[in-house]
């Protein structure tokens, strides 16, 4: 293909991923942008060219050792739970934007930390740019059929120029908001739809080589067999190479939380830290998918290329020689999209990191303080942008430089070597309360000067003094101080040898200096914080300690040249609500601070934010004894705290029994006074009724048959008095436990025939059938009279609420092992549910009179009760039976209390 032909399909890709941004950037809250998978695809921008073309590359020459770069992630990926959870909550807490400010702020703001971390940050990605841009310029050269892949000059060479469109595009979407802590949806999108198109053509060329090249794996397998070498490239190796494994696992296990680009994507533009559970297995998942077919093309290439090709780009070369060209240029898209998304989010968080831990707290902070807000604003944008287009420049002249010395594994390990050093201070960091910032200067200056010993030196010696001999030699001639082979480890690679000695000398004199020399309040209070997070307000302003003089008003004047009026006043006065602070109050307290401290980290870093706000405030130093006992009175103002809240919770709850049972009792009042009325009108009518049947009785001329008809009603009106009259004695003395009942062994069953004996003519007239299978004899102690009552009055309420002719009644008798239960149950009308729970009250249904208006006094279900309770028994309406209502009630088979005789 022509030079113009590959030219024209990347600016067209770049312009698609120019709309992409813009359409995520236009709806930043929509589901597309916002879920965990585009969470987890975004994690994958770890997969970049050294993915996807070296990879192959080692595996065609070492085997499978290429795998220990991706088993690091693998293993780390379950602690993010726990460790990743942590950084994330203290990162949106302090609106962190970079690992920079988070170490800095571990350990106080620290300014020179900052910038160290920064400067070490710089020296690992700025290589690893340069080999995405080696790898655009091999591949372009490779598409394009040229013969050498570096041009004359810049000016001439394609990858400069893709370089800078690179850079447009990471200056545009990444600078849109001064404060970095913000999402950058855009790029997010952009990276994860990347990351779907580089692991789909990584998979199509795996599938075009293992099946459409050769038969299979099997079939690879027995050609790739007769290499010379093929055992060397399917074994482990003995246990020399086992610790080379070890390192490298330890290198890609420290890179998946530390490198600039993967903190970016994994904390800062972390939307909900429950996406964590997500990633942990599908991120894995992914990495395995891209490395199905990396051993298969591996094998493919030694078969079918010859030994002098470039074993990093047999995934390219391969279909190229078959004739394939589409196929070829897939492949090319592919490689193109791993490189983009690495140098789009590596240059964003080094962008950060330059401004906000370098050029602002070293020399530009007075510019700032002097500016208005709009000023401000658009220098910090232009001082990222500018950063943004430093990096990638400075990195295509190291690609230019050193591209011909080092292929795309070793840069790759090379970078992870370097950024390895902050390791100690940062997993350090987050457990051990006693690190110190100078602890930690120390170890990363040590670590990097022997990773600058023995892995730079002799790579840069190649190329400004190839003549020099200590490389074999070692310094001074001394053998054991080779660099690549210090103190006699022979059989370490470079880069094992280098993280090796680096990472021991590092953490030694962290954890050695931390111990020697004691940090400042501040770094003890951050220590606290980040150790102990959980337990000081999950690091809300009252674990924030500090002592001195501030005044609101010059505090709100700094954060306006940052943040512009109406965001000043409208975050100050959320804050002062927050607090229940008058927005009269002149001093600032040690809220205020940390609140105004992590408004200005966002935009401008930590560092410079802890200096600024030291311009307008007069800081008091505490000391270790005053941090830990504030410390102290905090947690226990929390522990009273949640003691008075606990306590709230319960008198609320009392509160809401008492008012429960006020309503209760004023509802019984109100029973009760409904019920003096039912009782009133039903003594009321029997007798009314008896006095006007007399007064006609005293008419000697009425007829024989009228006259014995009015008798009848009198005496039936006469009954009815008397057993209302016995129904409210009998509930008055049920109630005060007044009544001796006469307890004796009975047979239940006879006693339940009786009481269907009694209403059967009742039953007969409605047509209603009354069913009940007698079992074997079954004697319990009761008093038949009062369990007769029981059971009528029963049957009496089924009787009334049935349909005629289609009214059933059944009533059966359960062995419940210390009692026996008996149910009646009927197919009528049923109950409802909301006066299941009041039928067997006093006044129920005096309270249901205006509605139901019954038939009686409604006191024969709450007589039930007493009879039942009398006999230690319960009675109760079974809820769940739908279909009419069943009503069950219980009696012991044994009383202790009492000596029975048979009956």
């Not at 992914?286 to 030694?302: E, K, M, R």
């Not at 975050?571 to 609140?595: C, H, M, P, S, V």
Request: aromatic share 12%.
């Amino acid at each position: 293909m022509s030079n113009y032909a590959i030219g024209l399909v990347i600016v067209m890709y770049l312009a698609m991923l120019f709309v992409l941004a813009y359409f995520a950037e236009k709806n930043p809250r929509g589901k597309w942008t916002n879920n965990p998978y585009v969470y987890t695809l975004s994690l994958a921008v770890y997969c970049t060219a050294w993915t996807y073309y070296g990879s192959v590359g080692i595996a065609s020459r070492s085997g499978i050792s290429f795998l220990a770069i991706y088993l690091g992630p693998v293993i780390a990926l379950p602690l993010w739970i726990v460790i990743m959870r942590k950084v994330i909550r203290i990162s949106k807490q302090h609106k962190i934007s970079s690992i920079a400010d988070f170490i800095s702020m571990r350990y106080g703001n620290n300014r020179s930390l900052g910038a160290l971390v920064t400067i070490t940050c710089l020296m690992a990605v700025i290589p690893y740019i340069s080999l995405q841009l080696k790898a655009v310029s091999e591949t372009f050269s490779l598409m394009s059929s040229e013969n050498s892949y570096v041009s004359s000059g810049f000016l001439d060479d394609s990858t400069f120029y893709i370089a800078l469109l690179i850079a447009v595009f990471v200056a545009f979407y990444g600078t849109l908001s001064t404060d970095t802590s913000q999402h950058k949806k855009g790029i997010i999108a952009t990276v994860a739809f990347e990351s779907i198109l580089k692991l789909v053509f990584f998979l199509v060329i795996g599938v075009y080589v293992t099946y459409v090249l050769f038969d299979g794996t099997t079939d690879l397998y027995q050609k790739a067999s007769n290499f010379v070498n093929f055992d060397q490239l399917t074994q482990l190796g003995g246990l020399e190479n086992g610790f080379n494994w070890l390192f490298t696992i330890c290198l890609s296990f420290f890179a998946i939380f530390l490198l600039p680009r993967q903190f970016h994507v994994a904390v800062v533009e972390n939307d909900n830290e429950r996406y964590l559970k997500k990633a942990i297995w599908l991120f894995p998942l992914y990495l395995l998918l891209f490395n199905v077919f990396v051993i298969f093309i591996a094998w493919a290439g030694n078969i079918g290329l010859p030994n002098g090709v470039n074993h990093d780009y047999y995934s390219l070369l391969l279909p190229l020689k078959e004739g394939n060209t589409a196929l070829a240029l897939m492949v090319f898209i592919g490689g193109f999209t791993a490189v983009i998304s690495m140098i789009v989010v590596a240059t964003l968080a080094l962008s950060t990191m330059v401004s906000n831990n370098v050029v602002i707290p070293y020399g530009f902070i007075k510019t700032l303080v002097e500016g208005n807000p709009e000023e401000n604003t658009k220098r910090i944008k232009n001082l990222r942008r500018v950063a943004i287009f430093m990096l990638i420049i400075i990195a295509y002249f190291f690609y230019v430089t050193f591209s011909a010395q080092l292929s795309l594994y070793s840069i790759g390990l090379i970078s992870f070597v370097m950024i390895s050093q902050l390791a100690p201070s940062f997993f350090l960091g987050l457990t051990w309360r006693r690190g110190t910032a100078k602890g930690a200067e120390i170890g990363i200056l040590v670590g990097l000067a022997i990773v600058f010993y023995t892995l730079l030196l002799p790579i840069i010696s190649q190329v400004v003094m190839p003549n020099i001999k200590f490389v074999e030699e070692g310094l001074f001639g001394y053998s054991w101080l080779r660099p690549a082979q210090l103190f006699g480890l022979d059989y370490l690679t470079p880069e094992s040898n280098a993280f090796l000695w680096s990472m021991a000398a590092n953490t030694l004199s962290f954890v050695t200096f931390s111990l020697r020399t004691k940090g400042n309040y501040r770094e003890r209070n951050y220590a606290e914080m980040f150790v102990n997070h959980e337990n000081y307000e999950n690091l809300q302003e009252g674990a924030f300690i500090w002592k001195g003089e501030a005044y609101v008003a010059d505090i709100k004047r700094l954060l306006s040249r940052f943040l512009g009026e109406d965001r000043t006043n409208r975050a100050l006065r959320l804050f002062n609500r927050k607090y229940n602070i008058a927005e009269t109050e002149e001093k600032a307290d040690a809220r205020l601070i940390n609140f105004s401290e992590k408004l200005l980290t966002g935009s401008i870093g930590g560092a410079s934010a802890k200096i600024l706000l030291s311009s307008v405030s007069k800081e008091t130093p505490i000391s270790l004894v005053e941090v830990l006992n504030i410390l102290e009175e905090n947690k226990e103002t929390k522990a009273n705290n949640k003691l008075l809240i606990e306590k709230s919770e319960q008198l609320s709850t009392m509160a809401h029994q008492l008012k429960d049972a006020n309503e209760e009792l004023r509802l019984q009042d109100k029973m009760k006074d409904e019920f003096l009325d039912t009782v009133a009108h039903e003594l009321k009518t029997p007798v009314t009724s008896i006095k006007a049947a007399s007064e006609v009785l005293v008419d000697e001329d009425m007829p024989p048959e009228l006259r014995k008809q009015f008798l009848e009603n009198i005496n039936r009106d006469t009954d009815r008095l008397d057993t209302l009259i016995r129904n409210i004695l009998d509930l008055e003395k049920l109630s005060n436990d007044r009544t001796e009942l006469d307890i004796r062994k009975h047979n239940i069953n006879k006693t339940i025939k009786k009481a269907i004996k009694g209403v059967e003519q009742i039953a007969a007239k409605k047509e209603v059938k009354i069913k009940f299978k007698g079992s074997e004899k079954v004697e319990i102690p009761y008093d038949e009279d009062r369990i007769l009552q029981v059971l009528t009055n029963l049957l009496s309420n089924s009787l009334k609420f049935t349909e005629p002719r289609n009214g059933t009644i059944k009533i059966d008798l359960k062995d419940q092992g210390s009692a026996f239960a008996v149910v009646v149950e009927d197919n009528g009308r049923g109950i409802p549910k909301e006066d299941q729970g009041f039928i067997f009250e006093k006044f129920y249904q005096s309270k249901n009179q205006n509605i139901k208006k019954p038939q009686g006094s409604g006191l024969g279900l709450a007589i039930c009760k007493k009879i039942i309770e009398g006999h230690k028994g319960k009675i109760w309406v079974d809820k769940t039976f739908d279909k009419g209502a069943r009503l069950v009630f219980t009696l012991p088979k044994h009383d202790e209390e009492k000596n029975f005789d048979s009956g």
